[in-house]
Each structure stands twice: as C-alpha cells, then as structure tokens.
C-alpha cells in the first residue's frame, strides 16, 4: 500500500495481547531502541491509559507508549512513538499524541515531556510541530548525557518538555 493512500485507522487504548504486535513494530522502526516484550506487555497493560494502539485492518500500524510522571500528575512523559512504514505520511503520530491526552488519565495534564537524541529529526520535527499546533512552547535541556550516564553506548537524550497544553 502506497504512503499516500488514506488509511482508516482506528486508535484505541493498547490491549496486553498488542504487545507482541508492538514488539515487532518497534523493532521496525529505527532508531528506535527496542524493548523486551515483557516491557511491551506492561506498556499494553499498566499503562493501557496513558498509551494508544493504531490498528488498520486488524493490523498494528502505529503505538505510542507513555505514562504520568511519579509525583507529577500534570506531566505526561512519552517514551516510544512507532508508526510502520504503510501508515507513515498521514500525520499518524500527532492523532495519536493528541488522541492520548484526551484520555481520563490524562484530564490534568498540563505539559507533555519525552528525550530524543539529537540526530533523530523526525521527532524533532513531530514534536516541534505539536508544540507548534498547540501555541505553546518546546524547552529542550539534556536530560540523560552519553558520557555520564550511558558509558558512552547511546547518544544523549535531550528532554523536550512542551506546554503548558490547554
């Protein structure tokens, strides 16, 4: 299927029997950094509600996993956006993120955070594009340093902190 055929696609909270499905979309869509599948199944179960599951035709084609941060209930952190390839081009990955926060989890919500490492520009340019949706700002700081806390395996992950959102 070509990137610019419109898909119906339906977003729905992610069920525990996604998480092989996510698993292997994961694995699909470098640089993503791929996680077990048990880490997978509690994404799709623990936190169902502050995640989102894009199926076409009972196929996975998109998943977005996040949370509420511990002790801030007004920040929602996004850890992985996957969209597969056939689903790319459609704006996909903003549905998902705004579908998210209009979850009841999400009801106080103010600001939305993730890390991205500085090369990957597709989420630069997908989050820097829904702050830019949502008239708010994108602050950016390093948030987990290549040197200093990953033994110099994994690029520096930068927080992007958007808001306030509403």
């Known amino acids: 299927m070509s990137k610019?055929?419109?898909?119906?696609?339906?977003l729905r909270p992610p069920l525990p029997e996604d998480a092989a499905s996510v698993f292997k979309l994961v694995n699909q869509c470098p640089p993503l950094d791929p996680n077990s599948m048990y880490c997978n199944l509690l994404q799709c179960s623990h936190f169902a509600g502050?995640?989102?599951?894009?199926v076409c035709q009972g196929e996975l084609v998109g998943f977005i996993s996040g949370y509420l941060i511990p002790g801030r209930p007004d920040?929602?952190?996004i850890w992985q956006v996957?969209?597969?390839?056939k689903a790319r081009g459609q704006g996909?990955?903003?549905?998902m993120l705004q579908n998210i926060w209009l979850q009841p989890q999400c009801s106080n919500v103010s600001y939305l955070e993730t890390t991205i490492t500085e090369s990957n520009q597709a989420s630069w340019a997908l989050f820097q594009g829904l702050a830019n949706k949502l008239k708010t700002e994108l602050n950016t700081s390093v948030m987990f340093d290549r040197?200093?806390?990953?033994?110099?395996?994994?690029?520096t992950e930068?927080?992007?902190?958007?808001?306030?959102i509403k």
Do not use: K, Q
């Open 158 to 164: 930068m927080l992007v902190r958007i808001g306030p």
């Open 92 to 95: 996909l990955a903003t549905r």
């Open 82 to 85: 996957a969209v597969g390839e």
């Open 75 to 77: 920040t929602l952190f």
């Open 4 to 10: 610019t055929t419109h898909l119906t696609i339906e």
């Open 147 to 155: 040197e200093r806390h990953f033994d110099n395996e994994h690029d």
């Open 50 to 54: 502050t995640s989102i599951a894009a």
